[in-house]
């Protein structure tokens, strides 16, 4: 084939590369938008949404995320200087630096992000630890979706279920409407 692509091998690879999105946007390729049935308004109103969830994404996550990430930091200093305090996130995180006399503002602003960019061990990768670090002290889910984009994938999924028909022929299911009519057994 032309792009480097192989002809597929089985009905089973037909039909997966039939549903699969190519748009190299890991949200559009998740949620698979091209196989939904929209009338035009519906279209356009995905479109708008789409286009919304984005200004949202950029105004909106990247704050929240920022917050999540100072709250971790917050929660494993609270931990090191905790006496009697919940130190299982520190279970995790291995060493850390004394605090030498500093004040828990002070020990945060000097120390805080050299433990945050130390996180993750041979078990789990650095982004991995951050996350569930997150989890553990905001309760943010790990796998937490903005609830624009949630919105919009429920929309999708919605559309999905009344009277989608984009790919009929390929999956054999018969056509229906006003002007087609059943066929019958053979006797």
């Known amino acids: 084939m032309m792009d480097g692509q192989q002809t597929p091998g089985s009905m ?8 699969a999105g190519r ?21 356009w109103q995905q479109v708008r949404a789409f286009r919304r969830g984005l200004f949202a994404d950029a105004g909106m996550t990247r704050k929240l995320m920022a917050k999540a990430r100072r709250q971790a930091k917050k929660a494993v200093v609270d931990a090191i200087y905790a ?6 996130i520190l279970a995790r995180i ?9 004040s828990k503002r002070e020990y945060f602003e000097e120390h805080a992000d050299d433990i945050w960019q130390s996180l ?3 078990e789990y990768s650095q982004a991995e630890h951050q996350a569930w670090l ?16 949630r ?37």
Not at 83 to 88: L, V
Not at 94 to 102: A, C, H, K, R, V
């Open 23 to 43: 748009t190299n946007d890991d949200f559009l390729d998740r949620i698979n938008m091209g196989v939904g049935n929209y009338s035009y308004a519906e279209y």
């Open 151 to 187: 919105m919009l994938k429920m929309r999708h999924e919605a559309s999905r279920s009344k009277d989608a028909r984009l790919i009929d022929n390929l999956f054999g299911r018969p056509p229906e409407g006003p002007d087609m009519q059943a066929l019958e057994e053979f006797e």
């Open 134 to 149: 997150v989890n553990q002290v905001t309760g943010l889910s790990m796998d937490w979706t903005p609830p624009h984009w």
């Open 94 to 102: 291995g060493d850390t630096p004394d605090t030498d006399g500093l």
């Open 12 to 19: 089973l690879e037909v039909y997966m590369h039939a549903i």
């Open 83 to 88: 006496e009697n305090g919940d130190r299982a």
């Open 120 to 122: 993750g061990d041979e």
